[in-house]
Every structure is written in C-alpha cells, then in structure tokens.
C-alpha cells in the first residue's frame, strides 16, 4: 500500500524556521517527481516546490529563496521542505505528492499526502 506522510507542522512565529517531513513507502519512488502544495483557508491548493529525478529544483516565486526542498531514497523515500523566514500569509496546510510522470506533478500527481497544519502568528 502505498503512502505518503507528512509531518513537522506546527504553530510557530513570523520569521522562524520549520522543516516538514514527507515518508514515502509502499512502492519505490527512486524515479518519481515529487513535490509540495498548500492550501490556506478559502483559497485552492497551489503548487510551492518540486524536486524531479537527477535532484532539480523548482520553486514558486512565492516562496523562493525562503525554502529548500531535498529528497532522500532509501527502504523509505524521505522528502523534505526546509522553510525559512515564515510569514503568517504562509499558513495553510503543506501536503507531498509524487509524480510518475515529473511534467503532471503539478497537475495530476499520482499520490497525495494527508496534510500537516503549518500556522504562522505575527
């Protein structure tokens, strides 16, 4: 069965540093894209990073240069989204997904997460 978990959320203040945590098992995803979203309240789920096969980046002008996202294959693929300098406009719920296909990951991944609650006070 394959699952994607995320963890690491937390409530934390305006300009502090979170790392979430995505577990991937259930199959090998050594070739899958896999990526990050979140979805503040009342508005849709937007597409903020990407790491593709080969360990390219890609990141959303809203939050570029405030956070790394890395990916670690093992018996369990481990990916990870280092935020930096947080503003509250960051609240929202961060979910992984991974990809077959890197070009639909932000489209139409393959797997979805649960969701982590990431909440930022001013």
């Known amino acids: 069965q394959v699952q994607l978990v995320e963890s690491g959320g937390g409530l934390v203040q305006a300009g502090d540093s979170l790392r979430l945590s995505c577990a991937a098992s259930g199959r090998s995803f050594t070739g899958y894209a896999m990526g990050w979203f979140r979805q503040a309240p009342g508005k849709e789920r937007e597409w903020i990073a990407s790491i593709w096969n080969g360990g390219y980046t890609f990141y959303a002008d809203s939050v570029k240069g405030r956070v790394i996202i890395s990916k670690y294959n093992a018996n369990t693929t481990m990916m990870y989204l280092q935020m930096n300098s947080l503003k509250p406009e960051d609240t929202a719920v961060y979910y992984c997904?991974?990809?077959?296909?890197?070009?639909?990951?932000?489209?139409?991944?393959?797997?979805w997460g649960q969701g982590t609650q990431v909440t930022v006070s001013s």
């Open positions: 997904a991974a990809s077959s296909a890197a070009i639909q990951l932000t489209r139409s991944p393959d797997y």
